[in-house]
């Protein structure tokens, strides 16, 4: 079993910055990979951005420039530094961890608005 408990999101206006964290705890391999999705009502869960145990990482087209994902594996934590927010940025935020099976945090809400 694996846990994975999200913290950081929250009301920020346009143009404005926050940091999403994740820790994961339980039995966890050495190698897998962490990260975001992102999810509005009636759509489909996105990917944001992902990290791989060695460093690697992928982003979304929309969030490449403004968002950065980094990890701590001493700490199995993964941060997503989200910048020059927009409102469409505006979801629920899940962090996964993927080691053969995929996990799932309960999802954080980030709101961009004036």
């Known amino acids: 079993q694996v846990q994975l408990v999200e913290s950081g999101g929250g009301l920020v206006q346009p143009g404005g910055s926050l940091r999403l964290s994740c820790v994961a705890s339980?039995?966890?391999?050495?190698?897998?990979?962490m990260g975001w999705y992102r999810q509005v009502p009636g759509k489909q869960r996105e990917l944001v951005a992902r990290?791989?145990?060695?460093?690697?990482?992928l982003y979304a087209d929309s969030v490449k420039g403004r968002f950065t994902i980094s990890r701590d594996n001493a700490k199995n934590t993964v941060y997503l530094q989200m910048n020059s927010l927009k409102p469409e940025d505006t979801a629920v935020y899940y962090c996964?961890?993927?080691?053969?099976?995929?996990?799932w945090g309960q999802g954080t809400q980030v709101t961009v608005s004036s």
């Open positions: 990290i791989a145990s060695g460093g690697s990482t």
């Open positions: 996964y961890l993927d080691s053969g099976r995929r996990w």
């Open positions: 339980g039995s966890i391999s050495s190698i897998y990979v």
